[in-house]
């Protein structure tokens, strides 16, 4: 094909590929938007200072574990603050933001603590909605954290809510 219109389809080639360049890099998506995020150092991240060494290292080898064995991917965040984010929103941020779970699957399971403003949330892939659905999570963060938590045992607390989010995965 050569001439006119071998020339206005290579025209109409170049200029959608740079529409859709444009478009992709003009505006943020909304959960790109907010204050920084932490940054994705490992499985469990406390910049709240909750956690000792110990129980960081523990919580960890058990994600690490989970994950050989299912595939699903287990991360805990506690934050001083949310910075005036929703719960809500910062766990859906830090969660598509880090990619957490298996692309294809959306297996992931983030656990956020952020004591400053008392919230505590466990965020879950679509992929593992079945095993782990919203009532199940409010029990495990009623019945199984927050206890703890009233006694000032928050490493207690987010072992513990670990070890019920594991076992429900895990079946």
């Known amino acids: 094909m050569t001439g006119r219109p071998f020339f206005l389809l290579k025209l109409f080639a170049l200029f959608l590929s740079s529409a859709s360049t444009a478009m992709a890099g003009s505006a943020p998506h909304w959960w790109e938007q907010g204050p920084p995020l932490p940054r994705l150092t490992g499985r469990v991240i406390d910049n709240a200072g909750l956690l000792s060494p110990t129980t960081e290292h523990r919580l960890a080898a058990q994600s690490a574990a989970l994950e050989a064995r299912t595939g699903h991917q287990f991360f805990i965040l506690t934050v001083a603050s949310l910075d005036g984010q ?33 919230k505590v949330r466990i965020e879950v892939g679509y992929g593992l909605e079945q095993a782990l ?23 207690e607390g987010i072992e513990a809510g670990a070890r019920a989010i594991i076992a429900r995965i895990s079946r």
């Open 86 to 118: 929703s719960i809500e929103n910062f766990g859906l941020r830090v969660g598509r933001t880090w990619k957490i779970g298996r692309a294809r699957e959306n297996d992931g399971v983030l656990l956020i603590v952020a004591p400053t403003e008392g």
């Open 133 to 155: 659905d919203d009532p199940a999570c409010a029990k495990i963060i009623r019945n199984v954290i927050l206890p703890k938590f009233g006694d000032a045992r928050l490493s």
